[in-house]
């Protein structure tokens, strides 16, 4: 049975950092393209980043370029979304969602993942 469990979320002054880890079983992460959605109250969910299996490529929303990072440990069959200059806009669940070899330009499409983790919260306030 395919697992993604979510941790890292909480509450962040504007400005701060965190990081997201998404911990998979039942799958071996290396074979997959991860992604990450968010979903704030009363929006629709979003791409936030991917990265591919296969060459490691990675994709950010234009609203975290620069500020996101996405990796991968592939020993730790887990991925990371390191958050930093954390604005209130950028409160939301965020989940992180598994595919098979994903379109480049479709990274960002939720129906294009096959499995979903559970959400984290994050929250910028001050």
């Known amino acids: 049975q395919v697992q993604l469990v979510e941790s890292g979320g909480g509450l962040v002054q504007p400005g701060g950092s965190l990081r997201l880890s998404c911990a998979a079983s039942?799958?071996?992460?290396?074979?997959?393209?991860i992604g990450w959605f968010r979903q704030a109250p009363g929006k629709e969910r979003e791409g936030v980043s991917c990265?591919?299996?296969?060459?490691?490529?990675?994709y950010y929303a234009d609203s975290v370029k620069g500020r996101f990072t996405i990796s991968r440990d592939n020993a730790k069959n887990t991925v990371y979304l390191q958050m930093n200059s954390l604005q209130p806009e950028d409160t939301a669940v965020y989940y992180c969602?598994?595919?098979?070899?994903?379109?480049?330009?479709?990274?960002?499409?939720?129906?294009?993942?096959?499995?979903w983790g559970q959400g984290t919260q994050v929250t910028v306030s001050s």
């Open positions: 990265i591919t299996s296969k060459h490691e490529h990675t």
């Open positions: 969602a598994v595919a098979g070899a994903i379109r480049a330009t479709n990274w960002a499409i939720s129906y294009e993942y096959d499995y």
């Open positions: 039942g799958l071996i992460l290396d074979y997959y393209d």
